[in-house]
């Protein structure tokens, strides 16, 4: 079951990366981590936000490690 869990969480993450979402925010809690997605329509100005609720430990590590990804990306 915790490996399933793990590759559908992940599977949702790579999904909205895909999509051409990035991490915006995070909030963690005993219950896992709320990870914000979000994705700007430059046509118009509008920006789409889904949010993502990962219990998985290792689908943790995982968004951690794009986070980490995307904040060098972005020179941060």
Known sequence: MT???????????D???EQGYCMKSLKENLSG?????AKADPLSG?????TLH??????????SSLLIRQLQKQGK
């Open 33 to 37: 981590s709320f990870v914000e997605f």
């Open 54 to 63: 990962i219990t998985n430990a290792d689908a943790r590590k995982y968004f």
């Open 3 to 13: 490996y399933h869990q793990f590759l559908s969480e992940r599977e949702k993450i």
């Open 15 to 17: 999904y909205l990366i």
């Open 46 to 50: 509008t920006i789409d936000i889904q």
